[in-house]
């Protein structure tokens, strides 16, 4: 992907730093390689170290709200880095659950954290990423703790739509208290589903 010329804009997308050394001014960021299906994959795919690439500067989707009583992380293979960053700044004893699909065990990553996290890993175990993944039934089937709740949510764009649609309505949640972004789009995803 080469950088646009002065003044221009090219392709864009937001990634999650994992590290920024400014010694040796290198940035480490995780990509999630699926297919050839959009502009980020296939660059991810080729990339090199020593690449150029362009930063905007900090986008941050999503921060912690210490007032709230608990906190739901929701994520596939494509949201876990910004899910382990903001596991990683919750306050300290601060109650959260998070709910992870990936591949299979071996997926499994650590999560850092101060917070009180109670973690869930989904595997697909052979089955497709993709809307009809366990993800979105595995955050249906918990039990919400008591008290205010907030909620980030970061994956294929129709299975984040049933979790955002669950946490807005039978959960009970503030729709103001509910980011969950559709990270990618499955090709079987209907632009309306």
Do not use: F
Request: glycine share 12%.
């Amino acid at each position: 992907m080469a950088l646009p010329a002065r003044g221009g804009r090219g392709p864009a997308r937001n990634y999650t730093v994992g590290a920024w050394d400014p010694g040796a001014r290198e940035l480490t960021i995780d990509a999630v390689v699926h297919g050839d299906h959009g502009r980020a994959s296939r660059w991810a795919g080729t990339a090199c170290p020593g690449d150029a690439v362009g930063v905007a500067g900090p986008r941050p989707h999503w921060t912690a709200e210490p007032e709230a009583d608990w906190t739901l992380l929701v994520a596939d293979e494509t949201g876990l880095p910004a899910l382990a960053a903001i596991a990683d700044a919750l306050p300290a004893g601060h109650p959260a659950i998070a709910v992870v699909e990936v591949a299979d065990a071996a997926e499994r990553r650590p999560l850092p954290t101060a917070a009180r996290l109670e973690v869930h890993w989904v595997h697909r175990d052979g089955a497709p990423p993709g809307p009809r993944g366990p993800l979105a039934g595995r955050v249906l089937a918990l039990e919400p703790p008591p008290g205010t709740g907030r909620a980030w949510g970061g994956g294929e764009a129709a299975a984040m739509r049933r979790v955002r649609d669950h946490l807005r309505g039978p959960c009970g949640l503030a729709a103001e208290a509910v980011s969950v972004l559709g990270y990618w789009k499955h090709r079987d995803t209907d632009r309306w589903e």
